[in-house]
């Protein structure tokens, strides 16, 4: 992560739906998500690069299609791999990297991305994503209104392995982290 999460910590809460008033810290806001631009592409950036689930749910086609150069006939029934468009080369600067600037313009405002699609896509696109993505924002940024995460003293940010173990999802390794609160 690099100093990715410094900044997104630093930069936080800034504005209505998530803002500090004064001394006290005013609670989080699904309608602050517009004023926090860099915490919500750190929240699709996580998602991108970490994505629970690298393949969808069953579809079958509804045509004969040629898909790369392979004849797929009506009725085939498909496994989309989602990690193929969130880790696409052609889609992302930095597909292997956490780099929330993948959702960001160049005057730091949020950007969706068609090729950002971890809830899957289409017909079959999973049901709770408006919640998910609205639970998300939420819990994250009360977490980072709250505290601030570091390394275990003696562990650089370097040394954290972000490498998922693989299975029928990805899951994240282990990790040792200081929640410090900011109060």
């Given at each position: 992560m690099g100093t990715s999460v410094p900044r997104g910590q630093e930069s936080k809460n800034k504005g209505p739906g998530g803002a500090e008033q004064g001394d006290r810290k005013s609670e989080v806001q699904v309608e602050g998500r517009k004023n926090l631009p860099f915490t919500d592409a750190v929240i699709h950036e996580t998602?991108?690069?970490?994505?629970?689930?690298?393949?969808?749910?069953?579809?079958?086609?509804?045509?004969?299609?040629?898909?790369?150069?392979?004849?797929?006939?009506?009725?085939?029934?498909?496994?989309?791999?989602?990690?193929?468009?969130?880790?696409?080369?052609?889609?992302?600067?930095?597909?292997?990297?956490?780099?929330?600037?993948?959702?960001?313009?160049?005057?730091?405002?949020?950007?969706?991305?068609?090729?950002?699609?971890?809830?899957?896509?289409?017909?079959?696109?999973?049901?709770?994503?408006?919640?998910?993505?609205?639970?998300?924002?939420?819990?994250?940024?009360s977490l980072l209104q709250h505290l601030r995460f570091t390394p275990p003293p003696g562990v650089s940010e370097d040394e954290l392995d972000l490498t998922p173990r693989v299975g029928f999802t990805l899951s994240p390794s282990p990790h040792k982290l200081c929640a410090v609160s900011c109060m």
């Open positions: 998602q991108r690069l970490a994505s629970i689930l690298p393949i969808a749910v069953p579809h079958k086609t509804s045509q004969d299609i040629t898909f790369q150069g392979h004849f797929i006939k009506k009725g085939t029934t498909v496994y989309p791999l989602l990690t193929s468009v969130l880790h696409d080369e052609s889609e992302w600067e930095r597909p292997h990297s956490f780099y929330p600037a993948h959702f960001l313009d160049k005057d730091g405002k949020f950007v969706k991305r068609d090729a950002f699609m971890p809830f899957s896509a289409g017909r079959r696109i999973c049901l709770g994503e408006s919640l998910a993505r609205t639970e998300l924002f939420i819990f994250f940024t």
